[in-house]
């Protein structure tokens, strides 16, 4: 292929098209080969035509972006995680439109375990067998912390995704921030660093780290020994909120409570302000309408005991008639009425029993009581 | 002699009739503690409808203020 130059004098210059052009075409005639690395940043989708992943050198950290048409990769079945380690033949290619250099799989085969994935295996079960992950070391979460640490990286994201959902759920909510790297060869140990720090700020009563998405190499800080190390040690809960819920760093295991998105960490280490309002709401018309319906029972029970007052008087006296007639009856049932009704009479002379003759002289007017009725009558003669 | 109170009537009254049930009274004290029963029985009884009297009276004021 011949590429033309634009000629200024005895200066050649190439358009950008045509130096691309030129360079895939070199490039292009370079023969197919193999190439050995670890997987990071697979990017797999189905409305793409490609798949999308970086090949990296476990030695150095040297990167290579590989990419497979979408179909001849899903035909290889190989469930590819980062980390793993791989084998890709391919050519070198050159997108022409971007000047992007990349490697085109033809075929990739997996390797075995990565590096990091195996020793990264070892490390998890050394703790285990310590019992750094033990379910009886997770210590409970505060319900109000006076002061909440956060630790995170200095990618703003993390940072203010968390801050947002604690202070949406608890807008009081007082936030301790330490920034600090969360990337890098260093990041394992200022990460400790800062969380020891931050422990040791007054009124601290629950730690969250937190880091976004990231690489499988991303996450690496978060697996690290000496970090792991510095979270079991922490003196406060330690919520880790590190990449997303399909990534499992370490960290996640050693702390006393793991969340998979920034809400989740807010739900753990804050209560939602508007519930507890809704709750004390709550609380608080039951506690009227506890009040109302005892000042009700109270009414009732003197509305009762008015009636009984009303009634009682009555009551009492119609006892008492009614003993009183019962007497009566007595009296009457003894009453020498009963001896009348055999046919004796009972003679009054001026109110007076009369028992003698001598009592009443003839012409004296005399009562006579008898059994039924009484006579009027007078003496014809005394004997 | 004064009025006797309405409870003195009464237990007098009770005392007659239960001396009356002994069946030892003779027949003349018996027909006097008979008169003397039945004007106790008057004097009760009329204190029972006057105490009525009054607490109908009383009631019927304690509802006019009801609201």
Known sequence: MKIEAIEYGDRSVYTVSA??????DWISRLPSLWVEGEVTELRRQDRWQSVFLTLKDPADGACLAVTM???????????????ERIHVFGRPQLYEARGDFRFRALTIERFGLGDHLAALERLKRKLADEGLFAPDRKRALPRFPRRIGLVTGNDAAAKRDVLTAITARFPPARILVAETYVQGPRAASAIAEALREICDAPEIDVVVLARGGGSFEDLLPFSDERLIRAIADCPVPIVSAVGHEQDVPLSDLVADARASTPTAAARLVVPDLAELNARLERSRAALARGTRSALDRERRRLDLARDHLRRAPLLMLERRRAALEQTAGRLRALSPRATLERG??????????????????????LDVELGKGGLGARVEETR | MSEPSFEEAQRELEGIVEHLESGQASLDEAITLWERGEELYRLCSTRLDTAQGKIEELARRVEAVKP
């Open chain 1, 344 to 365: 004796y009479a009972i003679v009054r002379a001026a109110g007076e029993i009369v028992r003698t003759s001598s009592q009443v002289a003839a012409g004296a007017r």
């Open chain 1, 19 to 24: 130096f691309n052009r030129g360079v895939a």
């Open chain 1, 69 to 83: 048409p979408r179909g001849q990769f899903d035909a290889l079945r190989l469930d590819l995680a980062d980390g």
